[in-house]
């Protein structure tokens, strides 16, 4: 090498994935409070954008002209926040990948610690472990109760004493998620849970428990509906990977449709009458229909997801394709009873056989990768 010539910067052994959705007011200001947290470590961020309409890439890609620490994966036609995290683990070549959200609510000043523990060996996983503060606000009492909630639900289920499964902040060996890459799902919200549910007992896993901060600004990638997110994922690990998560998914919103088909048609036969039964089973199930249709757009379907208008036509065709499911189940229904008079039984697969069909009617005519929005 001439004398003159400039030494190149030694790779990073740390990659700081973020996945990102409109935060534009955020993606600098997150840069550099990682820059100050990681003085003395040699590391890089990864903002990976789903086409935010706000200009997010843009200005991370501006960020990434002045600063090789920088670099922007803009993801065109694809969205999600599981599986933008693992595209941003892909493009790695460190030896430990971290992902935080670009909301600023995570403390980065923890990264250092979780560093520092994977490096001497203390452990393969440190998950960075959300604790509630009145003062700073970062955790509501509902999703204080779904975190709680939650947590407890996955350590019956998956045997792993973690106190924040629901956590999405964490750094762990890139080259364990390279080998688990091909069995994460793409979709969903809670990839560490994926990511522990899916390594078995291999992971040796440390919590570092951090304040969660309020959000400021930018748009999360989370609603109230989590939780039916966080179950199908479960359920489909608990089941060996044979029912899909889009699936488990779909039978969940069912579930949830079932009850408000219940709810609706009491109501509605209290406001008219227990004589008008027939119409109060119309409403009710077009009711049933429209919460089912709405549930899965936003999370059954939400990477095809239709908005605006195109939702009147979306609906239509899911009634239409629940119409011939629901006529399929009585018939079926209807003939097993006649066979063999055991009432359950013939209900049960008349059940089956409606969720069967609208949810290949559901994944194959309605939300289809050519409709996404």
Known sequence: MAPDAPRPKPCPTLSVVVPTYRESANVAVLFGRVEAALEGVPWEMIVVDDDSPDGTSEIAFALASS?????????????????????????????????????????????????????????????????????????????????????????????????????????????????????????????????????????????????????????????????????????????????????????????????????????????????????????ATLVAMASNFILNNEITYRTYRYQGLSMLAGFAGFALGCSVGALANIDVASWLYQWNRTWWVAGMAGAILSVVWNYAVSTNLIWRPRLRR
């Open 67 to 283: 600063d090789p620490r920088m670099r922007c994966l803009r993801r065109v036609n694809r969205s999600g926040l599981a599986g933008a995290v693992v595209e941003g683990w892909m493009s790695s070549s460190a030896e430990f990948v971290a992902v935080i959200d670009g909301d600023l609510q995570h403390d980065e000043t923890i990264l250092p610690k979780m560093y520092r523990a994977l490096a001497a060996g203390e452990g393969n996983l440190a998950i960075g472990t959300r604790v509630a503060d009145e003062r700073a606000g970062g955790l509501s009492p509902a999703r204080q109760m779904l975190s709680d909630l939650g947590a407890w639900f996955f350590r019956r289920v998956a045997g792993a004493a973690v106190t924040d499964p629901m956590s999405g902040y964490f750094m762990i060996r890139r080259e364990i998620v390279s080998r688990l890459a091909p069995r994460l799902s793409a979709d969903g919200f809670k990839i560490l849970v994926d990511v522990i549910l899916s390594a078995g007992g291999e992971l040796k896993i440390i919590e570092i428990p951090y304040l969660f901060r309020k959000r400021i600004a930018g748009e999360s990638k989370l609603t109230p509906l989590v939780g039916l997110d966080f179950l199908g994922l479960v359920t489909h690990h608990a089941s060996g990977g044979l029912l899909p998560i889009r699936f488990v998914l779909f039978a969940l919103v069912g579930a949830v449709g079932l009850v408000v088909h219940v709810i609706a048609l009491s109501a509605f036969r209290h406001w008219a009458g227990p004589a008008d039964f027939g119409s109060a089973q119309l409403v």
